[in-house]
């Protein structure tokens, strides 16, 4: 049966039977943890540990600094060892608090302790989840407090747990989904405490049975609650996919899914909602993939935050061949990462080892565009790739952006995958919005 | 673990379809129809198909070496346009037409203007109408075999009704690629694998379809509508050459647009054109429409359409004016239509001239077979016992022959003293003889002028000559006989020309049809 879906979008090789199966099985760190202050969109956090302190599993090391900002806790006991620079996966040195885990796992006080979230106002909740700095756990690390705090409280309509998981190899969602179902719906609730004229939905693609039926369980006589199975087509995880399938309505890039009346988090998330308010855990842990046809070993794993990544890839058996390329992310929207020697996010949901980079591939292949229109029929925006390359070849920034639209690319990369011609189309629209925003900010 | 890791912007992954694979299936699709045409014509198309493609894919080679230009052969496009060359080309052509077609198309229709993606027309058929008009006589003889003939499109401008199913399967005169059920397969192929889109093609058609049903000049039957389809490559053209995608529009409401261009321009070509190039002449030209198109069709994001919901209130009320038909695509929709009217209104003022010009022409063979008739009439009786005739085959011991027209020849003061027959016979050797036969009312053959004779140059041919058409001056016979050995001088029978007694029968056939239906009907 296939499920509702949005306009375009493509069907990559899944890739997911590899770690699909794959217990989520809880991974201890080895080595130091590393804690970069800027894990979310918005302003980074201010570290407020020195070299030599001792910290405690959920002790906030660095705390929010203004609105649109989340606090860093603390993912293991023992030492800070240092407050320096450290690469991240964006491949950036970001200002980081270096932790030496002492294996004790000491925890601070009152760390799990029950919660009857109903008895909480909707403010006390807020607070809660700023607190457990919680942010987006599908990669965009947009501060979850933030989204629960919209201008027009009062019209929303939707609360969207995003099971989607499009991206090729990852599987840790659909995990997470088969065992902690009850903890992401308890989350839900949570919210839709805040929200009581709105319905929660569930949308999972159609080819994670296990998780649909966990997640049905999970609903199952509750009335406020709806689950959509969705056609499996990559981008269905995107924020603006899943407002159209669950709404109908078309967003645009100057509106936020709450003018839609949709609140949406990835169940990662929610689960993480549901901790920090019910159990009084902040986001310590998260659940991540490693994958790739380069793995030995494709896992699933139930990490710290902070644990450096190497150990994440030898965890999983390491390489079985030599990977080209290895990503922070699916081979769709990751970051290509320089080295493995970075630490694990709060946003970082897989690590995807690749032996051959198609990136390198398609620069082999490169021919000039045939003008088929592939890329037009793929984009889940209504927008026409052909024209906006070609716009860009010409630097007819004004173009781009007022006749063909660019500034709604999502930058999904359907476009670029499909091209039979190997053009690298996202790139270039990528590189023309930031030009354009940036011409916008100086005048 | 300490390779060096590649880092790029994401995707990092790619479909497995390359522009090569694009171009394959291209040929994939027109794999049957060449099949069809190589069992059909023989090893003459399998040689024309060779020599397209392997001249289109050197030319390319060579050009991208003189202008030290990257090779680019391995993409495969070369190979397209050499094989859908070939499949427009009449079977019997020699090798050096699709030798200069393929390196034109290639050369000149593409890499001077860039290369691929940049040609402004599809490159096999603006070589085919480069051939069309610089070797026109060779381009249109449909010859198989070396027995020529006339392909269904010249036989349904004739009158004749043609057989769809041969046109289906091919077996008919025309182009290499004329399997019009090949090629309908190979393009739901290519749809299916999503080489093309469904808009171009069925744009084409619909609109084609519908202007020959309303311009026709036969209405809307279905055999001749089917007809007009599968003839003169509109299959070919609308599956195959007016969806090269470089050359038509990027959008799906831009390729309708195109399409229809490409069905109207067609139609109107060949209603009131050449008939048999139409098609061609017309997708060219709507090539050039294509840039035009893409600059003024552009879809708006789904979320900036009228109609799309983009709030969460109720009453939606969106601010996006709905879109309307941009002026310049106006102004072309009206250029079109004036630049028709005129053609058209051309086309009327000189087929008076036409009309007046073969009935002077008739009046002139009439003075020749009649010359004591002053001026000529119609007669009411040998009207309508020629209407009666229904246009059907006259008789039965005259073979295929036709009455046209029987016209009265008056003396001065009005009495008639004859009448002038103008018979066909579709017997002859290249095609239909057509004759004017006088006959004084005593039944005495005055003499017969030819109206219409095709036949073999100095063979045939001779049928016009004293020698054999002065037989028939001052006999008196109710039928006359051939005598193939020749030498006769039996008053019934007339001598064939040597070498051509099929002609000499035919024109003995017409001739003793007239006299038996002026015989028949005279009062």
Known sequence: ??????????????????????????????????????????KPAKPIVKKGDAVLVGQTIAEADGFVSAPIICSVSGKVKAVEKRLTAGGKSVESIVVENDGKYETVEGFGKETDYT????????????????????GAGFPTSVKLNPKNHDEIRHIIANGSECEPYICCDDQLMRTHAEDIVAGMKVVLSMFPQAEGVVVIEDNKPEAIDAMRKAIAGDDRFRLIQ????????????????????????????????????????????????????????????????????????????????????????????????????????GIAMSSVEVPLQKGNNAITALVEDGAVLAIEQMTACIRCG???????????????????????YDAFENKYYGLECIQCGSCTYVCPAKRPLMQLFKQAKSEILSRRAKK | MSNVLNVSPSPHVRSKLSTGQVMYDVVLALIPATVVGIYHFGLHAALIILTSIVSAVLSEFVFDYIAKKENTIKDGSAVVTGLLLALCLPAGVPLYIPFIGAVFAIIIVKSLFGGLGKNVMNPALAARCFLLISFGTTMTSYAVNGISGATPLA?????????VVKMAFGFTNGVIGCSTLALFIGGMYLWVVGGITIEIPAATILSFVAFMGIFGGKGFSLNYLMGQLFAGGVIMAAFFMATDPVSSPVTSKGQVIYGVIVGVLAGLFRVLGSSADSVSYAVIMSNLFTPMIDEFIIPKPYAFRSGAQTDNTINVKNDEKSSIIPVPVIVLGAIAIIAGLLLSSVYETTKETIEQQNIAKNMESYKAVMPDAETFENDETMT??????NGEVYGTDFGNVLINSVVAGKDSSGNTVGYVVSVSSKDGFDGQITLSAGISLDGTLNGIAFTELNETAGMGMRADEDEFKGQFVGRT?????????GGSTADDEINSISGASITSGAVVNAVNAALDFVAANAQ
Not at chain 1, 13 to 23: C, Y
Not at chain 1, 125 to 132: F, H
């Open chain 1, 230 to 333: 969705a056609e499996t087509k990559y981008p269905q995880g995107g924020e603006r996919s899943i407002i159209k399938v669950v709404s109908g309505i078309d967003i645009k890039s100057t509106m936020l899914p709450a003018d839609a009346g949709c609140i949406v988090d990835n169940v990662g998330t929610f689960n993480a909602i549901y901790n920090a308010v019910c159990k009084n855990i902040p986001l310590v842990q998260r659940a991540v993939t490693v994958s790739g046809d380069a793995i030995a070993n494709p896992s699933n794993f139930m990490v710290r935050i902070g644990t450096i990544q190497q150990e994440l890839l030898e965890a999983a058996g390491g390489y079985k061949s030599e990977p080209q390329k290895v990503l922070s992310g699916g081979p769709m929207m």
């Open chain 1, 119 to 138: 008895k909480l106002t909707k403010d006390e909740i807020i607070e809660k989840v700023r607190n457990a700095g919680i942010v987006g756990m599908g």
């Open chain 1, 374 to 396: 592939r890329c037009n029929r793929s984009c889940p925006m209504g927008l026409v790739p052909q024209l906006m390359q070609e716009s860009l070849n010409r630097k007819d």
């Open chain 2, 155 to 163: 036989d349904m401008a004739g009158g004749t009704a043609v057989s």
């Open chain 1, 1 to 42: 049966m296939s499920g509702k879906t949005f306009r375009g979008g493509i069907h990559p090789d899944e890739h997911k039977e590899l770690a699909r199966n794959a217990a989520l099985t809880v991974y201890e760190p080895q080595g130091d943890l590393v804690f970069p202050v800027s894990q979310h969109i918005g």
């Open chain 2, 477 to 485: 016979a109710s039928k006359f006989t051939l005598n193939k050995a």
């Open chain 2, 384 to 389: 309508a016992a020629v209407d009666a005739l």
